[in-house]
């Protein structure tokens, strides 16, 4: 007998917008299909037609794009399947297997203002079922209590776990892998697998993704949706590698994997049963992994990007300034935040100030003040601008700073350079202007401590 294809499946009710816990769901699909050489199978369910939106569909395929998981076959939409629900709704009927049941309208039925008095129950067996789930073992149920539940509204109208169980068999799906609250639904779907005649998927239930405090993550904790990652500038590969050590892993210390290197290592046996906290911080750390292994050229686009005054720099500017940027940020928004606090204003006009923030620590007079920026001038203009650097201006007026004091120096320096209280060193500012912007900003300050 030829070994079945494993075939995983993707299925988001498009009632939200995808956040983290169904990324990490389809993630863990797709690696486990890639790594057994099967098929991952996406689908829309979407019989709740009240609360499926256009718009959540969108944003669930294009969070998938974004973050690379792609499929192998769909993406199929439940609400166009009605016909081949209504097939098999109608054999199970014939079969004995559900019925036809008339009764009241519930109290939700009037509500809406349905007036049916039919619907279709399964005839439960009342029977124990016991599954295997790769996680967490065997897994026990005395179906009696679910009673004879409802499975369709009409043959026309299936509800939520007759379509689930008809088309994970039609569509040949192998293994179910799903968050810990499918848990629940498995006992109904199976009764249902076995009224129609379909084998029994193979189950792992993921652990929930709790908040620090371990309530179940829900948006009152924050971000939770992967479009929000994205606008705050996480990476797609971080945040993948993040969500795949949400419940899982490897047992070494190795934490940074890339898709393909979590394709060969990952096991579903390892996955934890108990939940998984997220941890924004950790999150962040591996960006900030991600983000260093970035390519200069690459990390100067970036930048522009995400501060899009800067793009008015000349390049060389731009690629100093690139990895002074870079080592300071964990995300890309950062850059962003940086440019609305007016970091980076000393590089796009020259600063301006009262005179009294040129004195180190309100104490030095200004005449002082004035004498130490004169003989930095003096010093610089020998500099040629050709090996104008951070280097070259630390080495040649050093001697001269730790002679007076580094404080009384280098903070009227670094201040006349860049305006702020907080900037890069003032070596670092000197390369970032260029020797004629470095002296022109240095005389103005000298000038206004004479002149005050
Ligand atoms: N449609 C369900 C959801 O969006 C998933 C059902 C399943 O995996 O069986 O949560």
């Known amino acids: 007998m030829s070994a079945t294809k494993v075939i995983t499946r993707f299925p988001p009710s498009p009632t939200g917008f995808m956040h983290i816990g169904r990324a990490r769901t389809a993630l863990f699909n797709y690696i486990f299909s890639k790594q057994n050489k099967g098929e991952m199978v996406f689908r829309f369910e979407d019989t709740d037609t009240e609360r499926s939106k256009k718009e959540f569909q969108t944003d669930i395929i294009e969070s998938l794009q974004w973050l690379g998981i792609s499929y192998d076959t769909g993406p199929f939409w439940q609400s166009q399947r009605t016909d081949i629900y209504k097939k098999y709704l109608l054999k199970m009927i014939d079969t004995g297997f559900a019925y036809v049941s008339k009764e009241d309208p519930t109290e939700a039925d009037k509500i809406e203002g349905r007036t049916r008095t039919e619907v279709i129950r399964f005839k439960n067996p009342n029977k124990i079922i016991t599954f295997t789930d790769l996680i967490r073992g ?4 005395d179906t009696t209590d679910l009673k004879d539940f409802i499975i369709a509204r009409s043959v026309n109208e299936p509800l ?4 689930v169980v008809v088309d994970d068999f039609e569509m040949g799906t ?6 810990e609250d499918g848990i629940s639904n498995t006992p109904r779907q199976i009764l249902i697998q076995e009224a129609i005649g379909a084998t029994r998927p193979m189950y792992a239930h993921l652990p929930l993704i709790l908040a620090k405090d371990k309530s179940k993550l829900s948006g009152r904790h924050g971000a939770v949706s992967v479009k929000e990652y994205r606008e705050k500038g996480y ?16 047992g070494t210390e190795q934490e940074i994997f890339s898709l393909d290197e979590l394709i060969r290592e990952f096991k579903i046996e390892r996955i934890n049963k108990s939940g998984a906290i997220f941890n924004e911080e950790k999150l962040q750390w591996v960006n900030k992994e991600y983000i260093k292994k970035i390519p200069l050229a690459e990390q100067t686009k970036l930048l522009t990007q995400w501060a899009p ?5 000349d390049v060389n500017t731009l690629v100093k300034l690139t990895p002074l940027v870079f080592e300071r940020i964990s995300t ?3 850059i962003s935040q940086m440019e609305k606090d007016g970091d980076f204003s000393y590089l796009q006009s020259t600063p301006s100030y009262t005179f009294d923030a040129l004195l180190w620590k309100g104490k030095a007079t200004p005449e002082e003040t004035a004498g130490y920026l004169s003989k930095i001038i003096e010093i610089l203009c020998l500099i040629s601008e050709k090996t104008f650097d951070k280097n070259t201006v630390k ?4 001697t001269y700073v730790e002679s007076v004091g580094r404080g009384q120096v280098l903070w009227p320096m670094r201040y006349a350079l860049s305006g702020l209280e907080k ?13 004629k912007e470095t002296l022109n900003r240095l005389n103005y300050a000298r000038d206004i401590l004479i002149k005050k």
Do not use: C, M, V
């Open 309 to 313: 005054k800067l793009d008015s720099l």
């Open 160 to 163: 939520y776990h007759l379509a």
């Open 174 to 179: 192998t293994h179910i892998i799903r968050g």
């Open 235 to 250: 990476l797609p590969e971080a945040l993948i590698n993040y969500l795949a050590l949400l419940g899982w892993n490897p």
């Open 138 to 141: 065997e897994i026990t149920f």
């Open 423 to 435: 900037s890069p060193d003032p070596f670092i500012l000197t390369e970032l202007l260029g020797k």
């Open 395 to 398: 080495e040649a007026i050093w």
């Open 332 to 334: 890309l928004g950062e």
